[in-house]
Structures are given as structure tokens and as C-alpha cells.
């Protein structure tokens, strides 16, 4: 018999596959389930409800990207350009992985539920829209070192790293929807270029 945490464990992982491969609305806690190999039962006594499914899911994926290829890419050790050089070259092959295995691109799971659910659930748009703002401030402390370091001229810090992050994503975006991880290693290097001054 599974233990309990290897249970919700695997409802979770199955979950996270199914809402990154697929459209959230279109997954029900039967498929789930059925996937997962577990019970209903077992299902409402970790998850109330799908919502609360999704927002474990966007916990999950988001520690794990902080402790994995996230913190690698914005280790405070390596030059804040070339942090950002990381963090492209990571989602690159993240994505060609992904597509080399499946035959598309299954783009950022957090850009993809902000698509599908920010207009209909506030709950989850403002969890999504939390582990956002954590990448904008990696992007900002890059900037931020960058600048202290000489490596970049003064900027507005806060709105590029915004700007950076939107750039990042809708390129991400743009990508899948060409099924061309390529381009994310084309259009990547002008991720650097993005400048936006103070005002004074």
C-alpha cells in the first residue's frame, strides 16, 4: 500500500504533466485520478478541489524552478550578464528537451495558466502573478549588481526587470507558438538590451 505522501505526491506530479501538456479546463479530477492511479477519495482528502490541485502545482513547479535552474541561472557568484546569458541558454534547452521528447514545445507552465485563468479566477491569477513578481526580482538584483558593478549604465532598475520578464515570457510564448525552441536562442541576447532610464 502507498504511504499517504507518495499519494498526493503522485496526484501532483500527474497533474503538473497534464496542465503544462494540456488546457487546464480541459482536465478533470476524473482524468487526473485515472492517471494518477488513485481514488477519488484519496483525491478530496489532499485537494479540496481542482483549484486548490492547481495552486499546489503552481507552488511545487515554482520551488523547484527557485531551487533548480532558477538559482543556478541567478547565482549572485557569476557576472550579472552573464546570469542573464544562463537563464536564456536554460530556457532554451528546457524547451528542446520538452520537444525533442513530446514533438512541441510545452512553453512556461506559469505563462500558460496566466493565459487561461487570469480573467476567470482571481485566486489563482494573484498565485500566479506572486510567483512572477519572485523572477522579477531576480531580474531586478541582477540589474542592480550590474549597475554597482559598472557593467551597465543607471536605469530604472524596477521597470526593466519588468520589461525583462515580459520579454522573456512573450518570447517564450512566441516560441511555442511556432513549435521552434530555436528562436528562444535568436531572440534570447537582446534580453540584454533592454534599457529603460530613470526619470528625473
Known amino acids: 500500500m502507498k504511504a499517504p505522501l507518495d499519494t498526493r505526491e503522485r ?7 497534464l496542465f ?3 488546457s487546464y479546463s480541459d482536465i478533470g479530477i476524473k482524468q487526473i485520478c485515472d492517471t494518477a492511479r488513485v481514488q477519488k477519495g484519496s483525491f478530496y482528502h489532499f485537494f479540496p478541489s481542482k483549484r486548490d490541485l492547481a495552486l499546489a502545482v503552481i507552488e511545487d513547479m515554482a520551488e523547484e524552478w527557485a531551487q533548480g535552474f532558477v538559482k543556478e541561472a541567478f547565482d549572485q557568484t557569476l557576472p550579472p550578464m552573464e546570469r542573464l546569458d544562463y537563464l536564456i541558454d536554460a530556457a532554451y534547452y528546457w524547451q528542446k528537451a520538452a520537444k525533442d521528447i513530446e514533438g512541441r514545445m510545452p512553453g512556461c ?3 500558460n495558466l496566466v493565459l487561461e485563468v487570469s480573467t476567470r479566477d482571481d485566486i489563482l491569477r494573484a498565485k500566479l502573478s506572486a510567483v512572477l513578481d519572485k523572477t522579477k526580482s531576480r531580474f531586478e538584483e541582477t540589474l542592480i549588481d550590474g549597475v554597482a558593478a559598472g557593467a551597465m549604465a ?7 526587470a519588468q520589461a525583462m520578464l515580459a520579454y522573456l515570457e512573450g518570447m ?3 516560441a511555442k ?8 536562442a535568436k531572440l534570447g541576447p537582446a534580453l540584454k538590451g533592454i534599457r529603460i532610464e530613470l526619470c528625473h
Open 11 to 17: 496526484i501532483l506530479s500527474t497533474a503538473r504533466e
Open 20 to 22: 503544462h501538456a494540456n
Open 109 to 111: 507552465l506559469f505563462g
Open 154 to 160: 543607471p536605469l530604472d532598475t524596477d521597470l526593466t
Open 172 to 174: 517564450i510564448l512566441l
Open 177 to 184: 507558438s511556432r513549435n521552434e525552441p530555436e528562436l528562444i
